[in-house]
């Protein structure tokens, strides 16, 4: 079994920063594309950025200049560096991982940690 473990949100002013980490544990193989994504009260879940395991990465035009995406493959573990926070940046943030086990590859969700960016 795989477990995906968020930490890092909170609630923060606009202009501030947060990091957001991501802890993949369990059985692991591998772990290929890693991600951050979004949801907002009432829209749809949205990438914010992704990044493979060789270290390419792409961003939401959203977030461009501002959030910077890292990983550490030794320690399975994925960040999000959010600077310049704006209240349009609130939302739960959660962490994908394409990890490979003695099953296969297979596409794994953390459990989510809210943002809010609110003065």
């Known amino acids: 079994q795989v477990q995906l473990v968020e930490s890092g949100g909170g609630l923060v002013q606009p202009g501030g920063s947060l990091r957001l980490s991501c802890a993949a544990s369990g059985s692991i193989f591998s772990i290929n594309a890693m991600g951050w994504y979004r949801q907002a009260p009432g829209k749809q879940r949205e990438l914010v950025a992704a990044?493979?395991?060789?270290?390419?990465?792409n961003y939401a035009d959203s977030v461009k200049g501002r959030f910077t995406i890292s990983r550490d493959n030794a320690k399975n573990t994925m960040y999000l560096q959010m600077n310049s926070l704006k209240p349009e940046d609130t939302a739960v943030y959660y962490c994908n991982a394409d990890v490979y086990t003695y099953l296969g590859w297979r596409d794994y969700w953390g459990q989510g940690t809210q943002v809010t960016v609110s003065s």
């Open positions: 990044i493979t395991r060789g270290g390419s990465t």
